[in-house]
C-alpha cells in the first residue's frame, strides 16, 4: 500500500512514445522530481512524496524506458533534451507554469537541461548526486570498457554489456548495492533491484548508454553559468557512484550552496529520507517566499502559567494499545491533575478516544494508515508480519514527518509512544530534533525469523536487530525512560540473530519492567452473574465469544469459526455461538451457515463479554489473550500464520501464565473446533493471576519526567 495516492494522474505522448506522470497535493511551489537513469521508475520517490504532498504540489514521472512510460527503441529517444521536453510536456499536462526541480543522478542533467532550455518554466532547482562530467574518478570502476567481452565479472566490471544481457538480476543486486552502500540498508535496496528486473529489461537500458548526455566538463559549467533561478546542490560524502567533487564543483559552477550529507551514499533521499525532506521543503520555502516565512498565528506561554503537556503516540494496529494506553494516562493524571494529553494515533484507535472523551490532535486526520496496510497484506488468517512491516517503510516515514510537524508548531513537555516504531526509528536516525523527554513502550522485544522465510529472513531480521541495538547503544538519551509491559520471565529467551545478544539479557539491561497492563479490572467471580444478566445472557446456556480484535485481519477466521457452527452446536446443543467482528470488518461480509450464530459488529464493552464467558474462540493477539487470562477464562486462540509476535511473542506469554489452548488454523476443522470447545469447558482453568498494577506503576515512572 502506498503513503499517498495521486490525486490525478495521467499520460503525455511525444513523437509517439508515452509518459506516465502523478500529481500529489496542492500548494506552492510545484516540485517537478525528475526521473534518474530509467533503470528505475518514479517510485523511487515514495520516501519524499508524502511529505513534500502536505506543504506543496508534487509532480513525478516515469521516465521513458521505465515504469508506465513507453519503452523506445531509438538509443536517440533517451537523450537527455528529449526528457527534458518530457518533462515541460507534463508541466503543461498539469498546467504548471513555473516548477522547482528536484533532480537526483541523472536526474540533475536533466534539470540542468531544463533550467536553461526552458528558464521561464524553472523556478528553483536541487541537484542531488550530481551526475555531471565534473568529478574525480571513483576507483575501481575505471578499466572496463562497456561493449567489449570482459574476461572477468568480478566487481565493476559487471558495468558491461554482454553481462547485462547475459545476467541482469547479477548486475542489478551489484549496482544496487553500490547505490545505496550504507548499512542496515537492505529494504531500499530490495525495493530497487525489484523496480530494475520488473519495470525495465536490459535490452532497454543498453539502449540509454548510447543516448547523448550533457557533453563535456566544459559544455556543463558554461551551461550552469547561465542558470538564473535559486539552486542547491546536495552529496552524500560515501557516493560510490558519483565521487562527491562532481557536487561540489557543479555548486561552484552554479554559484550556490552545497549541502554535504556525511555518511550518506548516492541516493540520499532513500536512505535519509527525514533530513532529504525537511531540506527540500526549507529550500521550497524560501524559493517561495523569497526568504520570508509564511504568515501564521503563534502565541507562547510564559513557563509559569503553563500546563504540562503530553503528546501520546498509540500504535493504530489493533484496540489494545489504546486501551493500556488510557488507562496509563488516566494514572498520570491522577498523579498530575493539571497534565494536559494530545492524541496522535489513526482510526480505530481514535474513535474509541473520542468515545472515551480524549483530546484527538487534529493531525490525525494526516496519518498514513498503518491498519489498512496491514490488512492488504493478510490473506487467509496469513500475515507475515515482519514482511510487511518491511513494506510499510513508506507509510512510517510519512507518519513521523506528521509528528515532526506537530512537535514544530507546539511544545510538548513528554512524548510517549506505545510501539511507534517510527518515532523510535527516525529519532535514533536524526537526534537533532528530539525536542521533549521521550518515553518508549512496548510488549515485545526482537525481530523474529519464521521458518517459512528461510536463511534469508534469518539475516534479515537480525540486521533489523542489529541496526536497533546500535541505535540505543548510540544515542541512549533518545529514550528517556524504556518500559517493558509485562517482567523479566515474559521476554522470549531467544537471540537477536548470530552473534548479536541474548533478547531477555539486554532487555534486562535496557528496560525497565512494570507488569502487564490491561487497562480494565477483572471481574470478580461474586459479580460474574449479574454481569452476564447485563449484558441478557440467559443462566441456562453456556456462551462462547469469537472475536478478533480490532483490526481487519481476523475476517478468514470469523469465517471458518462460522462455518463449523453447525457441527459446534450439534456436539454443544446449549452453546451460544456471539461473532464479533470489530470495527473494520462487516458483519454482512461473514457467510454464515446457521440462523443460530449470534452475528454483531463492533462491541464497546467486549471485555465485558469476554469476562463473563463460559469459553472463546481468540485471534492470537496479546490484548484479548491476556484479558482473558486475567479473568481465568477458558479460550482457544490461533495465531495468524507467520505472525512472529502471535506466534513466538506472545504464545510465550500465554504459556507461561498457563493460559489458553493454541490451535493451528489448518487444524481447524469443524470437528476438531467442537471437540476443543467441550474439552475446555470441561477442563479447570488452572492459569496464573495476573497482576492489575501495571498501569500505575507505568504512570509513576513517567510522571517522574514531568
Not at 147 to 163: C, F, G, I, Q, R
Not at 186 to 194: F, L, Q, S
Not at 494 to 510: C, K, M, Q, V, Y
Request: proline share 6%; glycine share 6%.
Amino acid at each position: 500500500m502506498r503513503a499517498m495516492e495521486p490525486v490525478d494522474d495521467g499520460f503525455i505522448e511525444r513523437d509517439g512514445v508515452k509518459v506516465h506522470y502523478e500529481v500529489f497535493g496542492s500548494g506552492s511551489p510545484t516540485l517537478l522530481l525528475l526521473p534518474t537513469w530509467s533503470i528505475i521508475p518514479s517510485r523511487r520517490w515514495k520516501m519524499t512524496v508524502p511529505y513534500l504532498a502536505r506543504h506543496h504540489r508534487v509532480v513525478t514521472f516515469d521516465g521513458r524506458g521505465c515504469g508506465q512510460s513507453d519503452r523506445p527503441s531509438d538509443p536517440a529517444a533517451y537523450a537527455d533534451h528529449e526528457f527534458a521536453a518530457d518533462a515541460i510536456a507534463v508541466l503543461d499536462a498539469t498546467t504548471t507554469d513555473q516548477a522547482l526541480l528536484v533532480g537526483c543522478s541523472m536526474g540533475s542533467g536533466f534539470a540542468l537541461r531544463i533550467a536553461t532550455l526552458y528558464p521561464d518554466r524553472v523556478c528553483g532547482a536541487v541537484f542531488v548526486a550530481p551526475a555531471v562530467p565534473l568529478a574525480d574518478p571513483i576507483p575501481g570502476r575505471i578499466g572496463y570498457p562497456f561493449e567489449d567481452v570482459l574476461d572477468t565479472d568480478e566487481e565493476w566490471a559487471k558495468y558491461n554489456k554482454h553481462y547485462w544481457l547475459r545476467d541482469w538480476p547479477g548486475f542489478a543486486r551489484f549496482f544496487f548495492n553500490q547505490v545505496i552502500n550504507e548499512p542496515h540498508s537492505t529494504k531500499p535496496r530490495e525495493d530497487c533491484v525489484g523496480w530494475a528486473l520488473n519495470e525495465t529489461d536490459p535490452e532497454t537500458i543498453v539502449l540509454t548508454q548510447y543516448a547523448k548526455y550533457l557533453g563535456s566538463a566544459e559544455e556543463v559549467r558554461d551551461r550552469a553559468s547561465a542558470v538564473r533561478c535559486p539552486c542547491l546542490v546536495v552529496q552524500g560524502d560515501n557516493d560510490a557512484i558519483i565521487h562527491v567533487s562532481a557536487g561540489r564543483r557543479l555548486a561552484e559552477a552554479l554559484g550556490c550552496e552545497f549541502v554535504l550529507f556525511e555518511g550518506s551514499g548516492h541516493v540520499p533521499d532513500a536512505r535519509d529520507p527525514i533530513r532529504f525532506n525537511l531540506l527540500l521543503h526549507e529550500f521550497a520555502e524560501k524559493v517561495q517566499g523569497a526568504g520570508t516565512p509564511p504568515v501564521r498565528d503563534r502565541r507562547w506561554t510564559r513557563a509559569r502559567d503553563r500546563q504540562p503537556k503530553v503528546l501520546y503516540l498509540s500504535s493504530p494496529i489493533g484496540l489494545g494499545h489504546a486501551r493500556r494506553d488510557l488507562a496509563i494516562a488516566q494514572e498520570l493524571r491522577a498523579r498530575r491533575p493539571d497534565v494536559e494529553v494530545d492524541w496522535l494515533t489513526q482510526h480505530p484507535v481514535t474513535a474509541l478516544l473520542e468515545s472515551a472523551g480524549e483530546q484527538v490532535h487534529p493531525a490525525c486526520r494526516l496519518l498514513s494508515s498503518e491498519s489498512a496496510h496491514i490488512e492488504d497484506e493478510c490473506a487467509d488468517h496469513d500475515l507475515h508480519v515482519f514482511q510487511a512491516y518491511r513494506r510499510m517503510d513508506e507509510i512510517l516515514c510519512a507518519n513521523f514527518g506528521v509528528l515532526h510537524d506537530v512537535l514544530d508548531e507546539s511544545a510538548y513537555d513528554l512524548v510517549i509512544g506505545d510501539e511507534a516504531w517510527e518515532t523510535d526509528y527516525y529519532l535514533h536516525e536524526n537526534p537533532e530534533l528530539k525536542r521533549a523527554p521521550f518515553v518508549w513502550m512496548t510488549d515485545f522485544v526482537g525481530w523474529l525469523p519464521m521458518a517459512s522465510g528461510g536463511a534469508a529472513e534469518e539475516l534479515l531480521t537480525a540486521d533489523y536487530n542489529a541496526e536497533m541495538i546500535e541505535q540505543i547503544a548510540r544515542y541512549p538519551r533518545l529514550r528517556d525512560l524504556s518500559l517493558f509491559v509485562g517482567d523479566p520471565v515474559d521476554v522470549v529467551p531467544e537471540s537477536f540473530g548470530a552473534g548479536l545478544p541474548d533478547i531477555r539479557d539486554w532487555t534486562a539491561d535496557n528496560f525497565e519492567f512494570v507488569g502487564y497492563v490491561s487497562g480494565l479490572q477483572p471481574i470478580a467471580d461474586d459479580d460474574r452473574a449479574g454481569v452476564r444478566r447485563e449484558l441478557g445472557y440467559r443462566d441456562d446456556e453456556r456462551v462462547c465469544i469469537v472475536a478478533v480484535g480490532g483490526s481487519g485481519v481476523g475476517s478468514s477466521l470469523l469465517n471458518r469459526v462460522a462455518a463449523a457452527y453447525p457441527e459446534v452446536h450439534r456436539v454443544l446443543p446449549d452453546l451460544r455461538m456471539v461473532v464479533v467482528t470489530g470495527p473494520r470488518i462487516d458483519p454482512r461480509s461473514l457467510k454464515v451457515h446457521d440462523d443460530g450464530l449470534d452475528v454483531r459488529a463492533f462491541v464497546p464493552d467486549l471485555w465485558k463479554h469476554l469476562a463473563v464467558c463460559d469459553v472463546a474462540v481468540v485471534q492470537g493477539g496479546l490484548t484479548t489473550t491476556m484479558e482473558l487470562a486475567a479473568n481465568r477464562r477458558p479460550f482457544v486462540y490461533v495465531p495468524l500464520r507467520n505472525h512472529f509476535e502471535q506466534q513466538v511473542h506472545v504464545r510465550h506469554r500465554l504459556d507461561r501464565y498457563r493460559a489458553g489452548r493454541y490451535a493451528d488454523y489448518d487444524d481447524l476443522r469443524p470437528d476438531a473446533l467442537a471437540t476443543m470447545l467441550l474439552e475446555e469447558l470441561r477442563r479447570p482453568v488452572q492459569s496464573l493471576p495476573v497482576a492489575s498494577d501495571g498501569a500505575a506503576r507505568a504512570a509513576a515512572r513517567i510522571a517522574a519526567l514531568l
